[in-house]
């Protein structure tokens, strides 16, 4: 019975987890709305900064994979 | 529900849940990505990277060579061109040069042959004036003749002994020009 | 869990393809045995071989496909590193060639069917983006010595700020191996999973043209993945070198 009550723990913490992956699509979706809202504005300057943009996605994504990693830890290793 | 917990536990055992996280993989994998790395350093740096920068750098020469045999190639079609030109108009001044000696040697031939005709028209009418005075000459003189005979005639006429011929012909002759 | 399940007919194993097997013979996986993950690691080298150094064999002045593609993952990679790192960062140009090659080529192999994904194993991207930390860390002590923890203090800001600054910048610092690797294995291994869990619902034949459809989808998307997180990968290595060759910013 305990371990039952452990396990239902870890799969609630594990969709409890992914909801942080939400945030890491508002952030990739902020990053790269912004960049096409100024690359628009200035369509000259925007193919140097690029590699700028997939950067800011990195960072914003990386974020996004820790939760979904807490997420798959929940599930199979605990 | 212990049976199933008791097999998910003894499934859990036997192969752990992410293969990521079973440790005894690990020297395996890290042995065999470094070995990989190594090989594909290897051939990268010694055989792939370097045969590409020369294909790129060789096909930049290549490209640059060509540009610049276009841009001479203009160039020497430009040349062509201005040499062209200036054949043409050398050859429309050699025309106009040719044109104009031969309207000077036509107006001079014009003038010879002007000038021919003027003193052969000025002899003619000199000639012609000649006859007309010689024709009015002999015309006066046979008006005096006439006058003379006439007058003689008439002196003979009228006063036989009073006739002499020299005075009847120098009065005629005032009378003619008075 | 996978077992109790059995019964229903709808049996999840998403994680059974990133197993670790040894290919021959049935012993435990020692260092040196053939595995499966040998076997992608040496089929990626092989792409690598024949894309790059038997696709411009011809050395053609006027290039067929094969060198095209060769040429065009040369001038990326080259042009990245020139934009990010600076003209003085051209001379690690090959290190980072072989890290984006060998990452997309993994990335790619392991979309085929029935394939395994070395990159999505944290002991291989760990081992990658270890090498890139330290290598780019004792790059810098060695081209700048002390004044390389000048990455650190940035001498911009102003001055009470600057040891929370640091502080925050130190802690960014170590937590760049974490963010390298666990980034590209979380990916690729979130990718493949959820190809599997639609697939295991393409058993029930209720859902199963949806299931078919969502696995398709999600293939495209991962093919773009695959793409993308070679290229961040390489790119962020491109900018902790420029950290390591230029620290004052």
Known sequence: MEGDIVQMGAYIGAGLACTGMGGAAVGVGHVVGNFLSGALRNPSAATGQTATMFIGIAFAEALGIFSFLVALLLMFAV | MADKVEGAAQAAESAPGMPQLDFSTFPNQIFWLVVTLIVLYLVLSRVALPRIATVLSERHGAIQRDLDKAEEMKRSAIEAENTYNKALADARAKANDIVNEAKAEIQKDLDKAIAKADLEIAAKAAESEKAISAIKDSAVQSVEEVANITANNIVDAILPEAADTKKIKVAVATRLKG | ?249
Request: with cysteine.
């Open chain 3, 1 to 249: 869990m996978a077992k109790e399940e059995a019964g229903n007919g709808l049996v999840f194993h998403p994680m059974d393809q990133f197993e670790i097997k040894t290919l021959f013979g049935d012993g435990p996986v020692h260092w040196y045995s053939f595995t499966n993950a040998t076997l992608w690691m040496g089929l990626t080298v092989l792409a690598v071989f024949a894309l790059l150094v038997l696709g411009t064999s011809r050395r053609a002045m006027v290039p067929n496909r094969v060198q095209s593609i060769g040429e065009l993952a040369y001038g990326f990679i080259y042009r990245m590193i020139e934009d990010v790192a600076g003209k003085d960062g051209v001379k690690y140009f090959p290190h980072i060639m072989t890290l984006f090659m060998f990452i997309v080529f993994s990335n790619f192999l392991g979309l085929l069917p029935m394939a395994f994904t070395t990159t999505s194993h944290i002991a291989v991207t760990g081992v990658l983006a270890m090498g890139v930390f330290l290598s780019v860390t004792i790059l810098g002590f060695v081209k700048h010595g002390f004044s390389f923890f000048g990455l650190f203090w940035i001498s911009s800001a102003p001055l009470i700020l600057r040891p929370i600054l640091a502080l925050i910048e130190i802690i960014s610092y170590f937590v760049r191996p974490l963010s390298h690797s666990i980034r590209l294995a979380g990916n690729m291994m979130a990718g493949h999973a959820v190809i599997k869990v639609f697939a295991a619902f393409a058993a029930v034949l209720a859902i199963s043209p949806f299931a078919i459809i969502a696995i398709t989808a999600i293939y495209a998307l991962e093919v773009l993945v695959a793409f993308i997180q070679a290229y961040v990968f390489a790119i962020l290595t491109c900018v902790y070198l420029k950290d390591a060759l230029h620290p004052n910013h």
